[in-house]
């Protein structure tokens, strides 16, 4: 056996171009197409007349496209890349932006960035390569990039404001005011108010020296910002009903993770289509999945215009919503969201649990597993819950055997509380039982739930480097524009082999 002869001092009569060091199917020139049929007149207005040139904005379109086909989310990486890998090299134009001007570019261009993904979309959608008879949606918690040490609860802001007005009421004199305030303790250490918890946190013990820095020089009017900083706060929680915020990113939620974590996040959620590729995507506070169904339909309609009746809506049963099902269901959307009336949680429920008893929509009553009829008997609302109930009752319960079990009180007749969305529950249980259903519903599962797989671990997209609803929301949309390139990218190949 011999080795391959090399000559790393080797020279080329005729120099190569850039474009000769990679496969032609590479998918840096999808990139490429793509970023240069974006508008970018917006961009020409803001350099025109004197100054330093700046660089072409389709260059760092084309390198944040490339980075997240990668999993590069660092800026200087990317920069690093403009140097050494020929790819960025050739996408680069032979230019090297440094990290700043590619960092900024990505978090200040929200419209271009959406632009991009619908011009991606736009070709996939001409070339055939978007199905939009059935639609999966899906979501994910990411975490946030929001430092836990920092943050504030309602407790803890109360506790610092009554601290204050403490320190403004009891002293005149600077002395005076340390012998009340501190007692024997030193300026450095927290008062007694405060748990050993609060005490730990470092932004506890920053706010707390500021205050007491501010009382000690007598600075009235430092004390006095700190006050309206702290209500301003305070009001502002209680505008957004939340109970603990984040100083590092406000926008951040907390959230039950996949690690069952609970920690600082956003909910990121996509809309795919049969072939897997994202034709929608957005990032929300809300952890709650149910208010998503709806938004998610709009999201696909916003670039694509309205979906044909039949389309089929797929999604898993975080998305139970009776309100936006019906609405669904009433623009004649083909739905299929088990909810809990999967074969699997069915199975589990009790004997006369509601699960058991059929519903049958001609006659509008339910049967139970003893075949007694349930009528309507009216409606009712619930303040609680803010929504409609319909009641259902049993009028032949007492001379059944399986009495006690069923209601548990001897005198009592079993009833039903259905809601609004019942019915089509219903409907929806029964389609999921058919081949048909069965197929459409694992076909979700076998796209949209592998999107957020090539996301996570190819993509290595876990979490967000931005701060802010507004910024991760760019960052998202460009991890999802990275996942619809390779996947068009490979229809591209499948096709020209089959050529």
Known sequence: ??????????????????????????????????????????FDKKVEGAGHPTFHPRINVKLLLMAGVDGITSSRKIAKNTNENVVYIYLSEKTSPDHRTIS????????????????????????????LSHIMIDGTTLKADANNNRILDKETLQKLNDYIDKAVEEGIKVDEEEDALYGDRGMHELPEQFNDSEKRRPIIRKIIGNINKAIKENRKED??????????????????????????????????????????????QIVTDKNGLIIADDVVQNPDDRHQLVPGVEKVEEQFGKLA????????????????????????????????????????????????FKYDEEQDIYVCPENKVLRNIGNYFRKKEQRHLTVYKCSDCLNCSNHDECVGNKTEQRSLHAVAGDKLFNRIKEKLKTKEGKAAYKLRQQKVERSFGDLKHNKRFTGFLLRGI???????????????????????????AIC
């Open 1 to 42: 056996m011999v080795y391959i002869n090399s000559d790393k001092n080797q020279t080329y009569l005729i120099p190569q171009r850039i474009n000769d060091l990679f496969p032609k199917d590479h998918v840096c020139y999808l990139i490429e197409q793509i970023a240069e049929n974006i508008d970018y007149s917006e």
């Open 104 to 131: 900024d570019f990505r978090k200040d261009n929200k419209q271009l960035i959406k632009q991009v993904s619908y011009e991606l979309n736009k070709f996939a959608l001409e070339e055939g390569m978007i199905d």
């Open 223 to 268: 004390t006095e910002q700190i006050k309206n900083e702290i209500n301003n706060l305070q009001n502002k929680m209680e505008e957004l009903g939340l109970k603990k915020y984040s100083l590092t990113d406000p926008d951040a939620r907390f959230m039950l993770n996949k690690k069952g974590k609970v920690e600082l996040c956003y909910n990121s």
């Open 309 to 356: 009746k039949g389309t089929k809506v797929s999604a898993d049963a975080g998305y139970e919503n009776g309100e936006q099902m019906q609405i669904l269901d009433e623009r004649g959307f083909d739905l299929y969201i088990p909810g809990k009336f999967t074969a699997t949680t069915e199975a589990r429920q009790k004997k006369f649990s509601k699960a058991k």
């Open 470 to 496: 507004n910024k991760v929301r760019i960052e998202f949309n460009l991890a999802c524009i990275a996942h619809n390139l390779v996947i068009i990218n490979n229809l591209i190949k499948r096709r020209a």
